[in-house]
């Protein structure tokens, strides 16, 4: 059974700061990983999505890694905004015989102005 | 091209009701996942249709169900509803089923009393 944990559960830091978000994964057996960003009360939003072939994917200020053989994928903000506060979630598609998608537990960052 | 959409945004029911979500996927789209958020346990994967053909399904009780039109719109159904089924509902399509990007709505808020 795949379980994806993150870690910190929540952050809190000045804006302005690069910070790292990271995502692990119990099953390296995926098809790609996805990370979301979720505002209270609101559905996901997409973030960046690194199928299993690539090391890395980059969209403005945002760039997410994924490591397979360690099971970790990490989110990097840069130059941070209180915009950016909300909730990150990674989520795994996995490429067993049963696919089904699992989700990280989150991590609810603050960026203080 | 308009998002993903689902109705209704807010629902109030009683125990032992039954309740139906609605959600229509990005145009193109033929891939339909539903999940469940609670704050207990995160975000669950309910079951995934595309072609009509539920293809996923998570591990919740037999209560839960939905289908898929022809075209792609799906409905979810929650039969005899218990407390512990309050929860956001979210809908996500995708272009394909499995590897493709998830694009999620905005959610269907259930209450149960």
């Known amino acids: 059974k795949q379980e994806v944990t993150q870690i910190p559960a929540a952050l809190s830091v000045p804006e302005g700061e690069n910070l790292v978000l990271n995502c692990s994964f119990t099953?390296?057996?995926?098809?790609?990983l996805q990370w979301f960003r979720q505002d209270p009360g609101k559905g996901l939003t997409s973030l960046l999505l690194i199928q299993s072939s690539q090391r890395e994917q980059t969209s403005g200020r945002l760039n997410a890694s994924l490591d397979k053989s360690s099971g970790r994928s990490t989110l990097y903000i840069a130059a941070s905004q209180p915009g950016d506060s909300a909730t990150y979630l990674c989520?795994?598609?996995?490429?067993?015989?049963?696919?089904?998608?699992?989700f990280g537990t989150g991590t609810k960052l603050q960026v203080i102005p | 091209k308009a998002g993903v959409t689902q109705t209704p945004r807010y629902l109030i029911k009683t125990r032992g009701q039954q309740v139906t979500l609605s959600c229509s996927p990005i145009s193109g789209h033929r891939s339909v996942s539903w999940y469940q958020q609670t704050p207990g346990q995160g975000l669950q994967f309910l079951f995934e249709y595309f072609s009509e053909t539920q293809r996923n399904k998570g591990n919740f009780p037999g209560r839960f169900s939905g289908r898929q039109f022809s075209n792609s719109r799906s409905e979810m159904n929650v039969s005899t509803l218990e407390l512990g089924d309050s929860a956001l509902y979210l809908c996500a399509s995708s272009l394909n089923q499995g590897v493709s990007e998830q694009y999620f709505g905005p959610g269907t808020r259930l209450t149960v009393t």
């Open positions: 989520a795994v598609l996995g490429s067993g015989g049963y696919q089904k998608v699992t």
């Open positions: 099953d390296s057996a995926i098809y790609n």
